[in-house]
């Protein structure tokens, strides 16, 4: 019984045993496996989605909701694997391009051309201005034309004038007459001498067929024409010789244009001029520049080009305002490389493109530094970094080079690349990221102003701001006013304030302005005032960043809604957004890309 009960004892410690042993290899894994599947869970929620906007790339949030830039709807930030050939590129997927408003276009070589855009006057043709003289001494008796403006025939009498030295000579001609069997010569030249003073075979056989002399003599106009001059009244006596008015005959006139020192060698004599009259809405003309202004006013630092026009409707009047276009071409160059100026963006030291390189991924952006050639308009010639066929961007860089900046890579102000912007700092991106700093390596270099050149621009940049506030308050009469005082303003600039490259720099911005802002004053509705100040802002940013002549801080603020969801830039010196153009419909639309101080 003792042996049964020690043989019982023995098998329940071995299965005890046995059992513990199991459960440990059991449970043992059992808690590692967990650890493991613990640690993955971990990696999962380190690997969270970011929220982004389509619009805005520089917010970046860990949670879904509205952008609080411009309140659209965030969307998820499609993960980045990295696989580029180019490392430095910048990945865009086809929604991400369509969403930015990201174009591109294949880079041609072309025949390089240019408008140049020039404001001009019409003007008599000096060749057809005539001074009428009195050929009799003595008192105006009648004036037949009492104002400027009327218009004369050749042969008409224009007045009357009483001459004692006259009668004394058609008295000598009566005598003369009574002798001429005797005496045939002194009465053939007491004719001739009525003769010189312009009388007329008729009025000479008048005096001799009546027997009694004239007491007033007609003056009669030696050409046809306008009255531009009268310079006598009612009984004011003459001399034999003196002017009493000046007639100008506009069957042709002159249209002057004002051609500026950076655009003389693109204009020569023999171009065309095709030319619009800002009073004569819908109506063109053209013409051919006949002359060149050999020298320059020293003032206006502007030439001359003449255009004669045949003005035989006479349409065209003394002192309109015109408008023309050259197509000028480039001599010495058949071809050249020529890019739109929407793919360039210019820092004032370098100018940079996005070229395009395909791949299974999506869309890669590579920055390329480009050698710029002459301005051609709306385009510019390319010297050195792109060749042809390749394919760039043209639309939507800024949106582009933004990401590039986000990501770290080279981007126009960090050529070098930088470390990525996190989610972390969504809020102060826009204005870290995007506007260019005094501390900046890459910032613009300005071009060095006198005082006197500053205090000569802040009249325009004055017009030019209430301007601004006046569309902002969607005033379409008052925003008219404003813009037609920075046209003042900007024609009151003394031109020989700038010297040097920076009367260059600002011979061209004063040429695009002057173009953007002739036909404000024309304009009937807001829409087109506000498409008006669009271009005019364009230049005025640019101006800006050359010279920083206004005594405030600007702020360049940036409205990707405007211009057919194109963008729009605009100077502010508050940094609060306010539209101009939306104005109350969408007045806190915007950012700001820029601070100038």
């Not at 005598?175 to 312009?198: G, M, N, T, V, Y």
């Amino acid at each position: 019984m003792k042996s049964l009960d020690k043989k019982t004892i023995i098998v329940a410690a071995t299965t005890l045993a046995l059992g513990l042993l199991f459960g440990w290899l059991l449970f043992g894994g059992t808690k590692e496996s967990t650890h493991n599947e613990h640690q993955h869970t971990k990696t999962e929620v380190k690997g969270e989605t970011i929220w982004t906007c389509s619009m805005h790339p520089q917010v970046r949030q860990p949670e879904p909701g509205d952008c609080p830039i411009c309140g659209m709807d965030l969307i998820p930030l499609e993960e980045d694997k990295n696989t580029q050939t180019d490392p430095n590129a910048i990945r865009m997927s086809p929604t991400a391009m369509q969403l930015a408003n990201v174009s591109t276009a294949v880079v041609g070589s072309i025949k390089p051309k240019k408008q140049v855009r020039l404001n001009g006057k019409v003007q008599s043709d000096e060749r057809m201005v005539y001074s009428q003289a009195s050929h009799i001494p003595g008192r105006i008796e009648k004036l037949m034309v009492n104002f400027t403006g009327e218009f004369v025939q050749k042969g008409q009498a224009i007045a009357y004038v009483y001459s004692p030295e006259l009668v004394t000579a058609q008295e000598e001609l009566l005598e003369a007459q009574r002798i001429s069997e005797a005496q045939p010569q002194l009465f053939s030249s007491a004719k001739e001498k009525l003769k010189r003073w312009k009388l007329t075979d008729k009025q000479i056989a008048e005096v001799l067929s009546t027997g009694k002399t004239m007491d007033e003599f007609p003056i009669l106009a030696d050409v046809s024409g306008y009255v531009t001059s009268k310079l006598v009244n009612l009984g004011s006596y003459v001399r034999k010789g003196e002017t009493i008015y000046q007639i100008a005959d506009l069957s042709k006139v002159w249209v002057l244009f004002d051609v500026y020192e950076s655009d003389i060698t693109w204009v020569k004599k023999g171009d065309k001029i095709d030319f619009t009259m800002a009073s004569l809405p819908g109506e063109s003309f053209a013409g051919t520049v006949s002359y060149l202004d050999p020298t320059i006013d020293p003032k206006t630092r502007v030439a001359k080009a003449r255009v004669e026009y045949s003005n035989t409707a006479n349409k065209l009047k003394p002192e309109m305002f015109a408008s023309g276009v050259v197509e000028a071409t480039l001599t010495g160059k058949s071809k050249s490389l020529v890019v739109p100026k929407t793919a360039v963006m210019w820092t004032g030291k370098r100018s940079v493109v996005y070229v395009k390189v395909g791949s299974s991924q999506g869309v890669d952006f590579s920055m390329r530094e480009v050698t710029l050639g002459p301005s051609l308009g709306d385009s510019y010639i390319v010297e050195n970094g792109l060749m042809d066929g390749e394919e760039i961007a043209v639309n939507g860089t800024f949106s582009i080079d933004a990401a590039a900046q986000l990501a770290g890579k080279p981007s126009m102000m960090s050529p070098e690349g930088g470390a990525a912007v996190s989610g972390h700092n969504h809020g102060s991106a826009p204005s870290n990221q995007l506007h260019v700093d005094e501390h900046s390596k890459e910032a613009p270099k300005n071009l060095t102003i006198s005082k006197e050149a500053k205090r000569a621009l802040e009249p325009l940049y004055i017009a030019y701001l209430e301007w601004k506030d006046e569309l902002t308050n969607d005033n379409f009469d008052k925003a008219q006013k404003k813009a037609e005082n920075m046209k003042l303003a900007l024609e009151k600039v003394d031109m020989t304030l700038f010297k040097g490259d920076t009367h260059t720099a600002w011979m061209n911005a004063h040429s695009q302005l002057s173009n953007g802002l002739q036909h404000v004053m024309h304009q009937s509705n807001i829409k087109d005032l506000r498409e008006t100040f669009r271009l005019v802002s364009t230049h005025m940013v640019e101006l800006t960043t050359m010279f920083n002549p206004f005594p405030k801080t600007l702020f360049v603020q940036h409205c990707p809604m405007a211009n057919s969801n194109k963008g729009a830039d605009w100077l502010s010196t508050q940094k609060e957004i306010r539209n101009p153009y939306f104005g109350s419909s969408m007045l806190t639309c915007g950012e700001v890309t820029k601070e100038i101080n």
